[in-house]
């Protein structure tokens, strides 16, 4: 699966990361629910947040491939860690970066990567979810720039977040085509957040709702021209998914370590359960779940990297990557019997955090169909 001696470095430089510093603390943050503050200094100063970026803007010079190698160990770990390094290298930065003015990614993409500032990326509303048609949140142009007024919902890094990457509607009669990204300053008067919410999994994640009230933004805080979000969306949408789908790898990876070490050791009729032909069919199946899973998402981190258009390919590898570890967490607790049922062992953990890939990168029900029409239905 490793193309290059570079994927192979980075693989093993995380793995090493991950398997020293973050799962001997995973259950006691996961438990704490704090945001994982160290383990994000960590991240920048490894250089993972410029991973996607070049060199000479300030990035590490990776590609798409190298982000979902790290972005797989670190799911591997703990998900939470995944989720809000995810965030900062890709949708809460990447419109900053393409269209952000010289002095903003001076202000707040150059702080973003050395880990000072964080990004967020404020899409969904309380009546906008898989419909993004129906955004509400206006960006109305005046003399001096534009006023936001608005509710997101369900923003990742919300609560830490120091700028916010916010879908605005400049037109409602347009719907989907009068869509457009702007960037605002976390400190510009009239943002408000919510509490952070209370999760099933992701418990180290913080989100919340983000209300933008008359919050005034210059006219080069407009992210690409008006109309052009729907198009923005598109063209990171194929590396949203497949990121998605190479943190689903990862707990899948967890998921099955766990349960093979738990099926090895644990003994019942004089035999441990390993020998027991039900749990060998589990853990084949999740075997090879798994391989094909990896299979599919780097076959498309590797589309991504030689710019060939791969949105089917993303949004299948999202798929079968997403249910093969949602299927991984369910069979991890059960074959860790009443254990998989106590908070103190892990496989309650991948559990709950797999549902989190259900809805980031777009529900199935929706991804489903789309796949049907690539299929030619
Ligand atoms: C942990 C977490 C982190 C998130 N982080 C962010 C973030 O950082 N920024 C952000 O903007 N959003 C974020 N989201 C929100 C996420 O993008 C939305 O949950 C997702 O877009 C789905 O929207 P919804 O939850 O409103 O569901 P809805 O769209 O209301 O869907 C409800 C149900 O109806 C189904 N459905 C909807 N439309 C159709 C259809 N046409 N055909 C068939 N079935 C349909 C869905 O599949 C689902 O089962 C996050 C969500 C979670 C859980």
Not at 261 to 289: C, H, P
Not at 360 to 376: K, M, Q, S
Request: net charge positive; proline share 4%; with cysteine.
């Amino acid at each position: 699966m490793l193309r290059s001696k570079t994927e192979e470095l980075i693989r093993k430089t995380m793995a090493r990361f991950v398997d020293n510093e973050v799962i001997p603390r995973a259950q006691e943050i996961d438990v704490k629910g704090e945001f994982p503050w160290e383990m994000f200094q960590q991240m920048a100063k490894m250089g993972v947040f410029g991973i996607r970026y070049p060199k000479e803007r300030g990035g590490s010079g990776g590609n798409t491939t190298l982000y979902c190698i790290i972005m797989e160990e670190l799911s591997r770990g703990l998900f939470s860690v995944a989720h809000v390094t995810g965030m900062q290298c890709l949708m809460g930065t990447n419109f900053l970066f393409h269209f952000g003015t010289e002095e903003m990614h001076k202000k707040y993409f150059l702080p973003a990567m050395r880990g000072e500032k964080i990004g967020c990326f404020c899409l969904t509303e309380p009546e906008a979810g898989s419909d993004l048609g129906n955004v509400a949140t206006l960006a109305i142009r005046t003399n001096d720039g534009y006023i936001i007024n608005g509710m997101k919902t369900w923003v990742s890094n919300g609560p830490v977040a120091d700028f916010f990457t916010v879908l605005c509607q400049t037109d409602p009669a347009k719907k989907l085509r009068g869509l457009g990204f702007f960037f605002v300053p976390g400190d510009t008067p009239g943002i408000s957040r919510s509490r952070p919410f209370d999760l099933l999994g992701t418990r180290s994640s913080k989100i919340s709702e983000i209300a933008f009230n008359n919050c005034h933004i210059p006219p080069n805080h407009r992210l690409s021209d008006e109309g052009q979000g729907l198009n923005n969306l598109l063209s990171i949408l194929a590396e949203i998914r497949t990121v998605t789908a190479a943190m689903a790898v990862g707990l899948g990876r967890a998921a099955l370590h766990d349960s093979i070490k738990y099926a090895r050791e644990r003994a019942q009729f004089g035999k441990t359960i390993s020998n027991y032909q039900l749990i060998q069919s589990k853990i084949g199946e999740m075997t090879v779940d798994l391989e094909a899973s990896k299979l599919l998402t780097y076959r498309a981190t590797h589309m991504i990297d030689e710019k060939i258009p791969c949105l089917p390919e993303a949004s299948m590898a999202k798929y079968f990557a997403t249910e093969a570890a949602c299927k991984a967490g369910d069979y991890a607790t059960r074959i860790f019997g009443a254990y998989g049922y106590s908070m103190e062992y892990t496989a309650q953990r991948y559990y709950r955090d797999n549902r989190f890939l259900l809805y980031g990168g777009g529900t199935h029900e929706v991804l489903l169909p789309n796949i049907a029409r690539w299929a030619g239905l």
